[in-house]
């Protein structure tokens, strides 16, 4: 019988997921390592977790995006960037916050890479990155 040919973010294979194949391919760049589980274990195969790399572009979206989206305000303050660049006292009238608070906020936004920052005198002008969003896009649209 021809070998199993494994496409996939991540399977679970155990005996009985590779009864009647001769072996398993990998495409380029994947690997398999053991599964940290409570799965019997009856043949040399043993039960493994197979993954595939996240591609370069794909591995830059981290958890630190998904902290900054989970606040209310930061939200607000995306959505108030999405029809262009804003000072900083706009955003302030706008979400009722301290100046303190908005800095914080915009620091978690800008240091993910979701805003870009501009100064102009005393004030900073936001713009949300354009590319970064895209990238965002395309891994949660690869799920």
């Known amino acids: 019988m021809t070998p199993i040919f494994l496409i996939g973010a991540a399977v679970l294979l155990t005996s009985e997921t590779l009864t009647g194949y001769d072996g398993i391919l990998l495409p380029f760049g ?47 303050i995306l959505s108030m960037l999405s029809s262009g660049e804003i000072c900083a006292c706009r955003i302030l009238e706008a979400l009722d916050i301290t100046q303190p608070t908005l800095s914080h906020h915009m620091k978690i936004l800008s240091g993910c890479g979701l805003v870009n920052v501009r100064k102009e005198g005393q004030w900073s002008y936001y713009s949300l990155d354009r590319a970064r969003l895209d990238q965002l896009k395309e891994f949660l649209g690869s799920l």
């Open 30 to 76: 994947g690997h398999l390592m053991p599964h940290k589980g409570n799965a019997p274990s009856s043949t040399f195969i043993d039960t493994y977790l197979y993954s595939i790399p996240l591609p370069m572009d794909m591995q830059e979206v981290d958890a630190e995006v998904f902290k900054a989206l989970s606040d209310a305000n930061r939200l607000k």
